[in-house]
């Protein structure tokens, strides 16, 4: 079952989305393997500080993010891992590890890697380490509010 939150915020967007399902899963890349996807269709988010303030990065399971050139993109601001700590409270009703990467429903600011713009379709984890949602990468764009980032 979704994450209430999300559902709630899916629902209401009016986008169309189907949720998988899979066996436990701890980490995006075998999240990937046990739903037979590339790791490029399954969209992950990395939690960040920016300048101290939380956010949140979507970039494709199969990229690991670097932060040097995440702070170049963002005029020299620091930029720094943020710690389960700092943000494992904030998303409401979801599995630790298999929060989704839509920060608006949570209220955080979210930036979207767009190496994910070349997929027709993407995939996402629906709040539990069991569920997978699938919708057009277009509505996922849309409903993520996210400002893109170039980094090729």
Known sequence: ??????KHYLDESHVKYRTIDHSVAYTAQQVAELAHIPG???????MVKIDGKLA???EPASLKLNLKELEKLLDGKKVELAR???FKDKFE??????????????GIETYLDDRLAGNENILFNGGTLRELVEMSF??????????KIHTH
């Open 84 to 86: 389960e700590s700092e």
């Open 40 to 46: 490029k269709k399954l969209a992950k988010p990395v």
């Open 138 to 147: 277009k509505d996922f764009e849309t409903i993520a509010k996210a400002k």
């Open 56 to 58: 949140m990065i979507i």
């Open 93 to 106: 009703g979801c599995e630790l590890g298999a929060m989704p990467p839509l920060g608006k429903p949570f």
């Open 1 to 6: 079952m979704l994450a209430p939150r999300l």
